[in-house]
């Protein structure tokens, strides 16, 4: 393998694009994570000819071989390496090339201990599990981006390598002195004075005022955090290492990027996300954002125009070129949250197709209960990450880990080295209909949308380290109960991120929006004032960015918009109270008069689980003249106040404030309020719901005994020549009998049938990927 100049100026312009390059190919990447380097050669050459058979055509490579790259400071051995992309090449492998710095080798820990980590506790760490490098030790940096630097130079020109994959799984931080010496420079930079930081905390509370940089530490347990619970006692000092700790790793990315780039300016670049993981805010990490403030000049997620096609994947000087992320969704996860994950990272890369980087063909490792994925089940769970974007579809891994704390980890090829398992079988029956018909479907972008939920890691740090005012507080859960909806009604969503433009949609929902900059606050004043609807609820617009409460009538910053006053909050267990709501256009509108110890309309709501209640937070509102009150509380000292209002402002345009999170039985009297006049409807005129065989149901713990009806997924693609492809997943292990709409007719990709409108069943974890015109 020889090394390539650094001077490739204009190899960018005659080479293709990333998207271009898989539209070349006829089909999919489909494959995944490889480590042959825990195996003898001869084993390799096995695996190729396992991997044709399964139709696999890409391998993940080299993702964490450091130790065995880079045996000391100033020695690299690439030999092995070498031999290994010899032979995958020879198989005709596109290769996705990682550089191998998710893990520390031994030597640099022992030698250089300025890369070990120091945990929130105050202890030093030793060579240990991935994710081990203080991101900010200039020893991690300078062999980080070396080793990067020298793998470009050495591979970056071969044919068959379609992308680079930085580290691996970013997670967790550091709090060692010498983090705490970066943080001091990055609060200098930020604001300039130890006056103004001591402002923006409001560091006179507690007697926390600083007279000098040198007196700031990491916030860890031993620092700036409570004794009950863990929550921050300086909110503001505690989001800002936070922030500060997110740039440092995309900076540290940035830097393998940059090294890359030196010899490689065409391929993509990227690193695997993990959905909605909590630690950083991977809006930030788009390529192109601003530094500064996470905007990506005037472009929005949405598009109007669906036929137009995808913008070339090219690549730019920092954050990922193209996302990708890991998708590994417990046996209970609700169908309609994996796909919000799919929705949430296809946001992050600003609506372009995204890479499914991993997923287990069979089974986890490292859940209390590690449930093989039923038959059928890997195969939806893919086609459904198709639907709502991915261009790819790759696994972890190829070849089970011979040992090691993954070793029960599924895997195409298990330990036994056969193609007689269930999971290769069913990997290759996958193979071979994505190499069939995904050529179809690249360059398909999903269908535009008119709502827009927006997802704020930053407001959820906030909330997470606030005391108060309930440890039921769940900001992920929340934002997921309106996606949920909304899914059922099969309506497309985009997810957004607090520094998009909104200008596209018609309807944003903004649940538990905590945490408003000025130039938030602006652009939803904007979008509203341009006819727009917007939802906020109860822990919406109460501080600023530094976690400071704004100074007057809650929602402050919106005030005039929600026309309405929040004089103060309760909070509930969820799980021993809940507060019955009574509806507008209910006939028993309840009232203060209402609320007695023997209240029928109290006891009467509270015992009925299908009657619509308010769950957790309550805010207790006073509504301006002219704000609608579509709902109040039927019960507590609040009851007869508003629940649910709605500010009418421009044109069909206004403000809808929950005051209260609702239940699974309210949620859809919330969600068809903020519909109502709007024209936004779903891919089917209603959910789509089908009706469970129970007589054709083999006994599985994966479904429940009492499960009758099931709402079925539909999502939809567009081509650049307005061809669509609309999916339509039954997400159960259980045959479902449906009437499929007119809407849905069409001929299915995967069996080359006709679809025509009327009864069917569908097979448990069916899938139908209707083409029409």
């Not at 089940?377 to 704390?405: I, K, P, Y």
């Not at 596209?504 to 130039?519: H, N, S, T």
């Not at 109502?676 to 149901?697: F, W």
């Amino acid at each position: 393998m020889t090394g390539t100049s650094s001077t490739q100026s204009s190899a960018a312009s005659t080479q293709p694009t990333f998207a271009e390059r898989l539209a070349s190919r006829g089909s999919m990447l489909y494959g995944g994570d490889y480590n042959p380097e825990q195996w003898p050669e001869s084993v390799w050459h096995d695996d190729m000819r396992l991997f044709k058979e399964a139709g696999i055509n890409e391998v993940t490579l080299n993702v964490f071989s450091w130790a065995q790259l880079q045996p000391s400071e100033d020695e690299y051995d690439f030999s092995k390496l070498d031999r290994i992309v010899r032979t995958v090449s020879d198989a005709g492998m596109s290769i996705v090339m990682a550089t191998s710095t998710g893990a520390l080798p031994a030597w640099m820990s022992l030698r250089h201990p300025d890369v070990n980590r120091v945990d929130e506790r105050g202890r030093k760490m030793r060579h240990r599990e991935r994710h081990n490098a203080c991101i900010n030790s200039p020893t991690f940096r300078k062999y980080s981006a070396a080793l990067a630097g020298k793998l470009a130079e050495r591979y970056g020109r071969l044919p068959n390598l379609v992308a680079w994959h930085v580290g691996n799984e970013y997670g967790g931080m550091c709090w060692c002195d010498t983090c705490a010496v970066k943080f001091r420079e990055w609060l200098r930079a930020r604001y300039g004075t130890i006056e103004a930081v001591n402002e923006a905390w409001n560091s006179a509370f507690w007697s926390h005022t600083y007279h000098s940089f040198d007196e700031i530490f990491p916030p860890n347990e031993l620092g700036d955090t409570t004794s009950w619970g863990g929550k921050a006692i300086l909110g503001g000092f505690s989001l800002d290492y936070q922030r500060f700790y997110g740039e440092c790793v995309l900076e540290s990315y940035n830097e393998e990027k940059a090294a890359i780039r030196e010899f490689d300016p065409v391929n993509p670049v990227t690193t695997n996300m993990m959905g909605t993981y909590p630690t950083y805010d991977y809006f930030r990490w788009r390529a192109g954002a601003n530094p500064a403030d996470g905007t990506v000049g005037d472009a929005a997620v949405a598009s109007d125009d669906a036929t137009a096609a995808p913008a070339p994947t090219a690549p730019t000087a920092g954050g990922v070129d193209v996302v990708s992320w890991d998708s590994y969704p417990r046996p209970d996860t609700d169908p309609a949250n994996v796909a919000f994950c799919h929705e949430l990272m296809r946001g992050v890369g600003g609506g372009k197709p995204f890479m499914l980087m991993e997923q287990t063909p069979s089974r986890q490792n490292w859940m209390a209960y590690n449930t093989q994925k039923r038959p059928g089940q890997m195969r939806e769970l893919s086609w459904q990450a198709v639907a709502h974007g991915a261009d790819t579809v790759q696994f972890f891994q190829l070849r089970q880990n011979r040992s090691g704390c993954e070793k029960f980890h599924g895997a195409l090829i298990s330990s036994d080295g056969t193609d007689r398992t269930r999971a290769f079988r069913e990997c290759a029956e996958l193979g071979a209909e994505l190499g069939r018909v995904s050529g179809r479907i690249l360059g398909s972008r999903v269908a535009p949308a008119k709502v827009a939920l927006v997802f704020d890691w930053q407001s959820r740090w906030a909330i997470g380290m606030s005391a108060g005012p309930t440890i039921s507080m769940d900001y992920v859960a929340e934002v997921q109960r309106w996606y949920r909806e909304l899914h059922r009604r099969n309506i497309q969503v985009d997810i957004v991120g607090p520094y998009d433009s909104y200008d596209a949609y018609d309807l944003v929902l903004a649940p538990c929006l905590y945490m408003m900059r000025a130039d938030l606050v602006e652009r939803l004043r904007g979008f509203v004032a341009g006819g727009g609807r917007l939802l906020l609820t109860a822990l919406s617009a109460l501080t600023d960015e530094h976690d400071s409460l704004y100074q007057g009538e809650i929602p402050v910053p919106l005030r005039d918009l929600t026309g309405v006053w929040v004089e103060e909050t309760d909070a509930l267990d969820p799980s021993e109270h809940v507060v019955p709501l009574r509806f507008a256009d209910d006939t028993d509108l309840a009232t203060p008069a209402d609320y007695t110890e023997d209240s029928s309309v109290i006891a009467d709501s509270a015992n009925d689980a299908a009657a619509p209640h308010g769950r957790v937070l309550f805010d207790v509102l006073e509504a301006d003249e002219g704000t609608a009150v579509l709902a109040t509380y039927g019960s507590e000292y609040y009851v007869g106040t508003p629940a649910f209002t709605f500010r009418p402002s421009t044109g069909n345009g206004g403000v809808f404030y929950a005051a209260t999170f609702p239940d699974d039985a309210a949620m859809p009297r919330f969600v068809d309020a903020l519909l109502a006049g709007t024209g936004i409807t779903g891919l089917t005129d209603a959910p789509l719901v089908g009706t469970v065989e129970r007589s054709a149901i083999a006994q599985d713990a994966t479904v429940r005994s009492d499960l009758r009806t099931v709402d079925l997924e539909v999502t939809r693609r567009i081509a650049a020549d307005g061809t669509t492809f609309t999916f339509v997943l039954n997400p159960v292990n259980a045959p479902v009998a449906v009437d499929l709409p007119a809407a849905l007719a069409g001929r299915d990709l995967l069996t080359d049938t006709t679809v025509t409108p009327g009864h069917r069943v569908l097979p448990p974890f069916a899938v139908l990927v209707i083409e029409s015109k």
